[in-house]
T-cell receptor, first 111, second 112 residues
Framework: DTAVSQTPKYLVTQMGNDKSIKCEQNLGHDTMYWYKQDSKKFLKIMFSYNNKELIINETVPNRFSPKSPDKAHLNLHINSLELGDSAVYFC??????????FGEGSRLTVL | KNEVEQSPQNLTAQEGEFITINCSYSVGISALHWLQQHPGGGIVSLFMLSSGKKKHGRLIATINIQEKHSSLHITASHPRDSAVYICAVRSGCGGANSKLTFGKGITLSVRP
């Protein structure tokens, strides 16, 4: 059973479209994150949620809207996609301050 | 200047060699993470440490809080160790609002 699962793994779409990536963890963790990995493999925090509450919003354009319906889920919706949004998006979860568990990543390509 | 610096940037080794990857940081931290990412693959947490040394199989991680420096050692390296190794530091007190800052990662290739 996958601990942190993301869907879809691959997403190819046109500029201007709206898309969502879903993340679910079955570890009972209280904190979930979205990270963006650019073409140079550099990881950067986008958002973190603790017990469904937004804790970190790292100056991400407001076209990106995370939603956490419950502690086990953190989804990412992106409006009006731009070329620069092409990246791999990783979801992760942890007990507060603990070891991180990552999903397998969702590769988004905007054409 | 990135808050987390890793060296060397790229590393090639022969199978069986002892490998050391370094990480230096400039901020106060509550913990340091070593992560591994295989080509085209997901990210796996290798270690989380806040002091001393940890060992798991052929991997050893050490941290010196005073010098703001950590090393990841791989003994008896194997081609399957070929991956990107990423150092990340958790700032602040480690609470829910603490965040991870990542190094740029080091690409390790182990030749058979």
């Amino acid at each position: 059973d996958t601990a942190v699962s993301q869907t879809p793994k691959y997403l190819v779409t046109q500029m201007g479209n709206d898309k969502s990536i879903k993340c679910e963890q079955n570890l009972g963790h209280d904190t979930m994150y979205w990270y963006k990995q650019d073409s140079k493999k550099f990881l950067k925090i986008m958002f973190s949620y603790n017990n469904k509450e937004l804790i970190i919003n790292e100056t991400v354009p407001n076209r990106f809207s995370p939603k956490s319906p419950d502690k086990a889920h953190l989804n990412l919706h992106i409006n009006s996609l731009e070329l620069g949004d092409s990246a791999v998006y990783f979801c992760a979860s942890t007990i507060t301050g603990g070891e991180l568990f990552f999903g397998e990543g969702s590769r988004l390509t905007v054409l | 200047k990135n808050e987390v610096e890793q060296s060397p940037q790229n590393l090639t080794a022969q199978e069986g060699e002892f490998i050391t990857i370094n990480c230096s940081y400039s901020v106060g931290i509550s913990a340091l993470h070593w992560l591994q990412q295989h080509p085209g693959g997901g990210i796996v947490s290798l270690f989380m440490l806040s002091s001393g040394k940890k060992k798991h199989g052929r991997l050893i991680a050490t941290i010196n809080i005073q010098e703001k420096h950590s090393s990841l050692h791989i003994t008896a390296s194997h081609p399957r160790d070929s991956a990107v190794y990423i150092c990340a530091v958790r700032s602040g007190c480690g609470g829910a609002n603490s965040k991870l800052t990542f190094g740029k990662g080091i690409t390790l290739s182990v030749r058979p």
